[in-house]
């Protein structure tokens, strides 16, 4: 009895890893064999995704890619090369209207920061992006940033109280136009782990 529940396990366990029961498929339009690619960020409607994309880690870039429906595959494909900055950058986060882009960036064996940018058309690039001014600071990492649909909460992972581990903190704000005000602890949390399973939908509860 035993054996045969061991073996219905492995067998479920093994057509979860292989995709069958997802139907995983490779977004090939977007695949580069000389690139790695990581951190997608896809938009509610899933008609826009951005990733991440390097052969160089000292030349990482987003990509920017849409399509008309969902069943189409992704075209229009663009890079967002940003000159200022360069080394490691990740966990890109999109407004709704796609003129503002959060990430964070490191330089090579360096402290992360949080970056922000933004651009007035989503047919042109995005401006230059910034270190976020009231968060930002010295040899303190700052990771995975992650907003509220409204843009004035944002949620993030740092060491700057805990310099052996990570903790949430969130920082909010009046308007998009105002810069974020120093965050605070997120108490109630106490794993850097949890951020990582919020959606969008899901910030509510943790104002």
């Known amino acids: 009895m035993k054996s045969f529940f061991f073996t219905i396990v492995f067998l479920t366990l093994s057509l979860f890893c292989s995709g069958a029961i997802y139907n995983l498929t490779e977004i090939t339009?977007?695949?580069d064999p000389n690139l790695v690619e990581s951190h997608p960020y896809?938009?509610?409607d899933e008609l826009t995704i951005y990733c991440l994309c390097w052969s160089d880690p000292n030349l990482m870039y987003f990509v920017e890619a849409s399509r008309a429906t969902k069943s189409d595959p992704f075209s229009n494909i663009t890079k967002a090369p940003f000159t200022n900055v360069n080394g490691i950058l990740g966990y890109p986060w999109v407004s709704e209207d796609k003129l503002r882009l959060y990430f964070h960036h490191?330089?090579?064996y360096e402290s992360y920061d949080l970056m922000e940018t933004s651009r007035t058309l989503t047919t042109i690039p995005f401006n230059p992006p910034v270190k976020m001014p009231n968060i930002s600071q010295e040899h303190i990492t700052d990771q995975r940033p992650r907003l509220a649909n409204n843009?004035?909460?944002i949620y993030f992972q740092s060491n700057r109280d805990y310099p052996t581990s990570s903790?949430?903190?969130r920082s909010t704000r009046l308007d998009i136009n105002s810069d974020f005000p120093p965050p605070v602890l997120v108490s109630e949390i106490t794993s850097e782990y949890l951020?990582?399973?919020i959606t969008n939908d899901d910030?509510?509860?943790?104002?």
């Open 42 to 44: 896809i938009m509610d």
């Open 151 to 153: 843009e004035l909460t």
């Open 167 to 169: 903790r949430i903190y």
């Open 195 to 197: 951020l990582l399973d």
């Open 203 to 207: 910030w509510e509860q943790y104002k």
């Open 29 to 31: 339009e977007l695949s």
């Open 106 to 108: 490191a330089s090579l």
